[in-house]
């Protein structure tokens, strides 16, 4: 079993999203994958996947509960354990162990934590349950050298660092190109998923990209990532036309 953490050194970059579809996309390939909000600041996942649950992973941290009671099954396959909305939630590191524990009973490939983002000790407790970390940033600086700091704390906890995913990219001329940030980085880039507009009305509608809008630019290069992760040779089955004017459309 796989138990990979998605952080992010600051937030608005697509963390849940690219946690939400990335799951998706590897349960699509075969592979048993549940996803779990362990961002208790601000747990977003079920929002993503539009239902509002009556039992939570706080719940299930509690006493002698198991997570397998706060797991959902969406529609699409995908198995759930949400996030608390209760303001009272306190997450630390003795919580974060306690997930770990109980995380040794479920039977996944791949477990994804969707974890806080930042560089506080809350994004760093919500790394202890995970042997894997995948960090995404936006292709500007900034938010790479952010992106940076996590990969570094994440290595000084001794977990292994995938790589990162950068969201939101374009073909602008001034943006680094993905071969720049892997030899300042010292990071493989696993993925780069382009600013598109179906991102956006799938979060409109609650409904994953890769699901509601499938040959999308994102949900092909979220795929893509899937296949890397899962080990699993990528084939575009796209014609030609189809990938010129999806690059066209990115310009």
């Not at 998605?6 to 549940?34: I, M, P």
């Not at 590191?93 to 477990?111: G, T, V």
Request: one cysteine or more; charged letters at 25%; aromatic letters at 6%.
């Amino acid at each position: 079993m796989r138990t990979l953490a998605v952080t992010a050194g600051k937030g608005g970059v697509g963390k849940t999203t690219l946690t939400v579809n990335l799951g998706l996309a590897l349960k699509n390939l075969g592979f048993r994958v549940c996803i779990i909000d362990a961002n208790f600041t601000a747990p977003d996942v079920a929002l993503h996947l539009g239902f509002s649950p009556d039992t939570t992973i706080w719940d299930a941290l509690k006493g002698k509960n198991h997570l397998s009671d706060a797991l959902y099954e969406h529609e699409c396959g995908l198995h759930i354990i949400p996030g608390s909305q209760d303001l009272e939630v306190a997450a630390n590191r003795d919580i974060y162990k306690r997930l770990k524990r109980k995380m040794r009973k479920l039977k996944y490939d791949f477990i994804i934590l969707d974890t806080p983002p930042g560089l506080g000790d809350d994004a760093k407790s919500a790394l202890i349950p995970a042997k894997e970390i995948i960090v995404v940033a936006t292709p500007e600086w900034p938010s790479l050298a952010n992106a940076y700091r996590a990969a570094l704390f994440a290595s000084d906890m001794k977990k292994h660092v995938i790589g990162v995913v950068l969201n939101r990219a374009t073909v602008h001329e001034l943006e680094p190109n993905p071969v720049m940030i892997e030899n300042v980085m010292r990071m493989e880039v696993l993925g780069k998923i382009p600013e598109d507009m179906s991102v956006r009305k799938s979060i409109a509608i609650q409904n994953p990209v890769v699901l509601s809008y499938p040959e999308s630019a994102a949900s092909i290069e979220i795929r893509k990532t899937a296949h890397l992760l899962g080990g699993i040779p990528w084939k575009d089955q796209r014609q030609w036309w189809q990938k010129l004017w999806m690059i066209l459309g990115q310009v």
